[in-house]
């Protein structure tokens, strides 16, 4: 009987071998950069998403990105002055912890800075964020906005989608077509954990909660080797 493809055996040896060598054309890469460019920027990102994040890097098209293993970043740029890639660059050591970037840039870091300031996307929210205002329906027909704009300006949700509103929480009933609620639901609470039928449902109503944001902690200068925190 020939072998199913599905039980082919992949040695433990040959993906260690591969994140090593991703670990190394990494490393090489933060290490060059450090050497191209006089500013690098430590950042995070608030609510990632891939659409915006590239947005970004085409606004710094003549600069570079990356995104890594933040272990591996930070022994390239040197966690010491002894291990240091370029002088200063070990006072950086202490923003690289958590799910960081490096930007690589010539840019002036004021130009940077308020580009970052001024650059947010809405978004919708995923489970595990927190909300950010609590989102009541009220009783009555349900709208496709829920409340969020004057029912005259709204229109009602189509009968199709009151099962699927039903699976996600929301207590409604079809009365002759329309789709109907008792008495008002609330969605989310401000503050609260939102869980997947909880986004599903601010997403059917087009209530974005999520904001991705980049948060920049410092950065580096070749010209002073000195670290400025932000």
């Known amino acids: 009987?020939?072998?199913?493809?599905?039980?082919?055996?992949?040695?433990?040896?040959?993906?260690?071998?591969?994140g090593k060598e991703l670990s190394e054309r990494l490393f090489a890469k933060v290490q060059s950069c450090a050497n191209e460019y006089p500013y690098i920027f430590v950042f995070s990102v608030d609510n990632m998403r891939n659409n915006y994040l590239k947005a970004v890097r085409s606004?710094?098209?003549?600069g570079r990105l990356c995104f890594g293993k933040t272990k591996v970043m930070a022994k390239a740029l040197g966690a010491t002055e002894e291990s240091e890639h370029l002088p200063g660059l070990s006072k950086?050591?202490?923003?690289?912890?958590?799910?960081?970037?490096?930007?690589?840039?010539?840019?002036e870091p004021a130009a940077v800075l308020e580009y970052f300031e001024n650059f947010a996307q809405?978004?919708?929210?995923?489970a595990g964020v927190q909300a950010t205002h609590t989102f009541t329906i009220p009783a009555g027909p349900v709208y496709s906005r829920g409340g969020e704009i004057p029912a005259e300006e709204d229109v009602l949700l189509p009968h199709s989608v009151e099962v699927t509103l039903r699976k996600w929480g929301m207590p409604t009933r079809l009365d002759k077509g329309k789709i109907?609620?008792?008495?008002?639901?609330?969605?989310?609470?401000?503050?609260?954990?939102?869980?997947?039928?909880?986004?599903?449902?601010?997403?059917s109503f087009g209530v974005a909660m999520a904001e991705f944001k980049?948060?920049?902690?410092?950065?580096?200068?070749?010209?002073?080797n000195e670290v400025t925190v932000v």
């Open 92 to 107: 950086l050591a202490p923003y690289m912890k958590g799910d960081v970037g490096l930007l690589f840039t010539s840019r």
């Open 180 to 203: 109907m609620l008792e008495s008002e639901y609330t969605v989310c609470r401000e503050g609260e954990t939102l869980n997947s039928h909880q986004t599903a449902l601010l997403k």
């Open 122 to 126: 809405t978004d919708f929210a995923r």
């Open 59 to 62: 606004e710094f098209s003549d």
């Open 1 to 18: 009987m020939p072998k199913s493809k599905r039980a082919k055996v992949v040695h433990l040896s040959k993906t260690d071998k591969k």
């Open 214 to 224: 980049i948060n920049v902690h410092a950065y580096w200068s070749a010209s002073s």
